[in-house]
Protein backbone atom coordinates (compact mmCIF):
# COMPACT_ATOMS: atom_id res chain seq x y z
CA UNK A 1 0.00 0.00 0.00
CA UNK A 2 1.22 3.33 -0.82
CA UNK A 3 1.62 4.72 2.73
CA UNK A 4 1.32 8.45 3.82
CA UNK A 5 1.90 10.13 7.75
CA UNK A 6 -0.23 12.72 8.65
CA UNK A 7 -0.40 14.12 12.46
CA UNK A 8 -4.09 12.73 14.46
CA UNK A 9 -5.28 16.00 14.88
CA UNK A 10 -4.65 19.81 14.28
CA UNK A 11 -6.59 23.36 15.85
CA UNK A 12 -6.99 25.97 14.07
CA UNK A 13 -8.93 29.42 14.83
CA UNK A 14 -11.27 30.43 12.66
CA UNK A 15 -10.62 32.96 9.87
CA UNK A 16 -6.80 31.96 10.31
CA UNK A 17 -4.67 29.91 7.30
CA UNK A 18 -4.42 26.27 8.05
CA UNK A 19 -1.59 23.93 6.76
CA UNK A 20 -1.58 20.06 7.08
CA UNK A 21 1.11 18.31 6.46
CA UNK A 22 1.26 15.30 4.92
CA UNK A 23 4.81 12.57 4.69
CA UNK A 24 4.82 10.46 1.70
CA UNK A 25 8.30 9.17 1.54
CA UNK A 26 7.97 6.44 -0.16
CA UNK A 27 6.32 8.42 -3.29
CA UNK A 28 6.52 6.79 -6.44
CA UNK A 29 7.21 9.27 -10.02
CA UNK A 30 3.39 8.10 -11.08
CA UNK A 31 1.68 8.48 -7.70
CA UNK A 32 -0.85 11.43 -7.61
CA UNK A 33 -1.13 13.48 -4.32
CA UNK A 34 -4.46 13.92 -3.47
CA UNK A 35 -6.72 15.48 -0.58
CA UNK A 36 -10.04 14.26 0.54
CA UNK A 37 -11.78 15.61 3.83
CA UNK A 38 -15.03 13.68 5.66
CA UNK A 39 -17.60 15.93 7.20
CA UNK A 40 -19.70 14.02 9.95
CA UNK A 41 -21.68 11.24 8.84
CA UNK A 42 -21.11 12.15 5.07
CA UNK A 43 -18.45 10.32 2.85
CA UNK A 44 -15.26 11.80 1.89
CA UNK A 45 -15.26 14.69 -0.58
CA UNK A 46 -12.73 15.57 -2.92
CA UNK A 47 -10.19 19.01 -2.17
CA UNK A 48 -7.00 18.91 -4.68
CA UNK A 49 -4.92 16.52 -6.27
CA UNK A 50 -1.28 17.28 -8.01
CA UNK A 51 1.36 15.69 -9.26
CA UNK A 52 4.66 17.78 -9.07
CA UNK A 53 3.75 21.24 -9.15
CA UNK A 54 1.69 23.34 -6.69
CA UNK A 55 -2.14 23.62 -7.38
CA UNK A 56 -4.76 26.01 -6.46
CA UNK A 57 -8.58 25.64 -6.77
CA UNK A 58 -11.50 27.47 -4.83
CA UNK A 59 -10.95 25.59 -1.72
CA UNK A 60 -7.21 25.07 -1.02
CA UNK A 61 -3.89 25.28 -2.37
CA UNK A 62 -1.06 22.23 -2.67
CA UNK A 63 2.08 23.01 -1.86
CA UNK A 64 4.44 19.58 -2.69
CA UNK A 65 8.01 19.62 -2.20
CA UNK A 66 10.68 19.24 -4.62
CA UNK A 67 11.43 15.82 -3.93
CA UNK A 68 8.02 14.74 -3.89
CA UNK A 69 8.25 13.76 -0.21
CA UNK A 70 5.75 15.65 1.99
CA UNK A 71 3.08 18.04 0.71
CA UNK A 72 1.17 20.93 2.95
CA UNK A 73 -2.84 21.41 2.07
CA UNK A 74 -3.61 25.32 2.48
CA UNK A 75 -6.69 26.43 3.92
CA UNK A 76 -6.59 30.14 3.20
CA UNK A 77 -8.92 31.19 5.78
CA UNK A 78 -10.62 28.07 7.95
CA UNK A 79 -14.09 28.48 8.41
CA UNK A 80 -16.49 26.20 10.96
CA UNK A 81 -17.61 24.52 8.17
CA UNK A 82 -13.76 23.19 7.15
CA UNK A 83 -13.79 21.38 10.76
CA UNK A 84 -13.57 17.66 8.90
CA UNK A 85 -10.72 14.72 8.80
CA UNK A 86 -8.88 15.77 5.90
CA UNK A 87 -7.11 12.82 4.30
CA UNK A 88 -3.85 12.82 2.56
CA UNK A 89 -3.50 10.17 -0.06
CA UNK A 90 -1.24 8.62 -3.13
CA UNK A 91 -2.90 7.43 -6.11
CA UNK A 92 -0.95 4.45 -7.60
CA UNK A 93 -1.08 3.31 -11.26
CA UNK A 94 -4.62 0.81 -11.01
CA UNK A 95 -6.59 3.82 -9.50
CA UNK A 96 -7.15 2.55 -6.08
CA UNK A 97 -6.87 4.97 -3.70
CA UNK A 98 -5.12 4.38 -0.17
CA UNK A 99 -6.47 6.10 2.71
CA UNK A 100 -4.52 6.63 5.79
CA UNK A 101 -5.82 7.70 9.34
CA UNK A 102 -5.97 11.59 8.35
CA UNK A 103 -5.70 14.66 10.28
CA UNK A 104 -8.96 15.69 12.20
CA UNK A 105 -9.11 19.23 11.75
CA UNK A 106 -10.56 21.31 14.72
CA UNK A 107 -11.72 24.71 13.94
CA UNK A 108 -12.15 27.15 16.92
CA UNK A 109 -14.38 30.36 16.85
CA UNK B 1 -26.66 17.63 -10.78
CA UNK B 2 -27.72 14.71 -8.38
CA UNK B 3 -24.94 13.10 -6.30
CA UNK B 4 -23.97 9.42 -5.43
CA UNK B 5 -26.71 7.76 -3.49
CA UNK B 6 -26.18 4.91 -1.40
CA UNK B 7 -29.29 2.26 0.10
CA UNK B 8 -30.13 2.53 2.83
CA UNK B 9 -28.47 4.64 5.04
CA UNK B 10 -28.23 2.32 7.62
CA UNK B 11 -29.34 -1.37 7.79
CA UNK B 12 -29.40 -3.70 11.45
CA UNK B 13 -29.35 -7.18 10.48
CA UNK B 14 -28.36 -10.66 12.52
CA UNK B 15 -25.16 -12.42 12.02
CA UNK B 16 -25.81 -14.93 8.97
CA UNK B 17 -28.10 -13.24 7.31
CA UNK B 18 -27.91 -11.39 3.95
CA UNK B 19 -28.04 -7.62 3.20
CA UNK B 20 -27.70 -5.87 0.02
CA UNK B 21 -26.31 -2.33 -0.34
CA UNK B 22 -26.98 -0.29 -3.45
CA UNK B 23 -25.34 2.70 -4.98
CA UNK B 24 -25.83 4.81 -7.58
CA UNK B 25 -23.32 6.78 -9.15
CA UNK B 26 -23.73 10.21 -11.11
CA UNK B 27 -25.37 9.62 -14.64
CA UNK B 28 -22.57 9.03 -17.10
CA UNK B 29 -19.92 8.18 -14.65
CA UNK B 30 -18.10 4.75 -15.91
CA UNK B 31 -15.75 4.51 -13.00
CA UNK B 32 -17.89 2.88 -9.81
CA UNK B 33 -15.96 1.93 -6.51
CA UNK B 34 -16.90 0.66 -3.40
CA UNK B 35 -15.41 1.72 -0.12
CA UNK B 36 -15.79 0.53 3.22
CA UNK B 37 -14.34 1.70 6.95
CA UNK B 38 -15.14 -0.83 9.44
CA UNK B 39 -14.52 0.02 12.90
CA UNK B 40 -11.37 1.56 14.19
CA UNK B 41 -9.72 1.10 10.82
CA UNK B 42 -9.04 3.02 7.67
CA UNK B 43 -11.59 3.19 4.53
CA UNK B 44 -10.44 0.52 2.18
CA UNK B 45 -10.87 -0.32 -1.07
CA UNK B 46 -12.79 -2.71 -2.13
CA UNK B 47 -13.37 -2.80 -5.99
CA UNK B 48 -13.63 -0.51 -9.07
CA UNK B 49 -16.08 -1.28 -12.22
CA UNK B 50 -16.13 0.33 -15.42
CA UNK B 51 -18.91 0.26 -16.76
CA UNK B 52 -20.30 -3.08 -16.10
CA UNK B 53 -16.86 -4.92 -15.95
CA UNK B 54 -14.92 -5.45 -12.90
CA UNK B 55 -11.69 -3.49 -12.89
CA UNK B 56 -10.45 -4.37 -9.84
CA UNK B 57 -11.54 -6.72 -6.93
CA UNK B 58 -8.44 -6.96 -5.37
CA UNK B 59 -10.05 -5.68 -2.05
CA UNK B 60 -12.93 -7.84 -1.57
CA UNK B 61 -12.50 -9.53 1.29
CA UNK B 62 -13.85 -13.28 0.80
CA UNK B 63 -16.27 -14.52 -1.40
CA UNK B 64 -19.14 -13.86 1.26
CA UNK B 65 -19.32 -10.31 -0.44
CA UNK B 66 -20.90 -9.65 -4.28
CA UNK B 67 -20.61 -7.23 -6.05
CA UNK B 68 -22.90 -6.44 -9.52
CA UNK B 69 -23.10 -3.73 -11.51
CA UNK B 70 -25.48 -5.14 -14.33
CA UNK B 71 -26.35 -2.83 -17.35
CA UNK B 72 -23.26 -0.43 -16.06
CA UNK B 73 -25.61 1.94 -14.36
CA UNK B 74 -26.39 1.07 -10.59
CA UNK B 75 -24.24 -1.13 -8.53
CA UNK B 76 -25.04 -3.58 -6.03
CA UNK B 77 -22.80 -5.14 -2.76
CA UNK B 78 -24.45 -8.43 -1.62
CA UNK B 79 -22.97 -9.69 1.70
CA UNK B 80 -24.25 -13.37 2.46
CA UNK B 81 -23.85 -14.60 5.20
CA UNK B 82 -23.01 -11.29 7.22
CA UNK B 83 -20.23 -11.52 10.20
CA UNK B 84 -19.99 -9.33 12.76
CA UNK B 85 -16.66 -7.90 11.64
CA UNK B 86 -18.54 -7.14 8.51
CA UNK B 87 -19.72 -4.38 10.28
CA UNK B 88 -18.98 -0.79 9.35
CA UNK B 89 -19.97 1.89 6.71
CA UNK B 90 -19.82 0.97 3.51
CA UNK B 91 -19.00 3.85 0.51
CA UNK B 92 -19.57 3.95 -2.96
CA UNK B 93 -17.43 6.55 -5.07
CA UNK B 94 -17.90 7.54 -9.13
CA UNK B 95 -15.96 9.33 -11.36
CA UNK B 96 -15.83 9.73 -15.55
CA UNK B 97 -13.24 8.13 -17.69
CA UNK B 98 -10.83 10.11 -19.19
CA UNK B 99 -10.87 13.78 -18.27
CA UNK B 100 -12.30 14.40 -14.50
CA UNK B 101 -11.34 10.56 -13.61
CA UNK B 102 -9.25 11.43 -10.95
CA UNK B 103 -11.65 12.94 -9.03
CA UNK B 104 -13.75 10.72 -7.22
CA UNK B 105 -17.43 11.45 -5.84
CA UNK B 106 -18.61 9.79 -2.64
CA UNK B 107 -21.67 8.98 -1.35
CA UNK B 108 -22.57 9.37 2.41
CA UNK B 109 -22.30 5.89 3.25
CA UNK B 110 -24.51 2.74 4.29
CA UNK B 111 -23.76 1.90 7.40
CA UNK B 112 -24.39 -1.84 8.19
CA UNK B 113 -24.71 -3.29 11.77
CA UNK B 114 -24.51 -6.93 12.10
CA UNK B 115 -25.27 -8.36 15.97
Known amino acids: DAKTTQPNSMESNEEEPVHLPCNHS???????IHWYRQLPSQGPEYVIHGLTSNVNNRMASLAIAEDRKSSTLILHRATLRDAAVYYCILRETGNQFYFGTGTSLTVIP | EAGVTQFPSHSVIEKGQTVTLRCDPI?????LYWYRRVMGKEIKFLLHFVKESKQDESGMPNNRFLAERTGGTYSTLKVQPAELEDSGVYFCASSPVGVGANVLTFGAGSRLTVL
Open chain 1, 26 to 32: TISGTDY
Open chain 2, 27 to 31: SGHDN
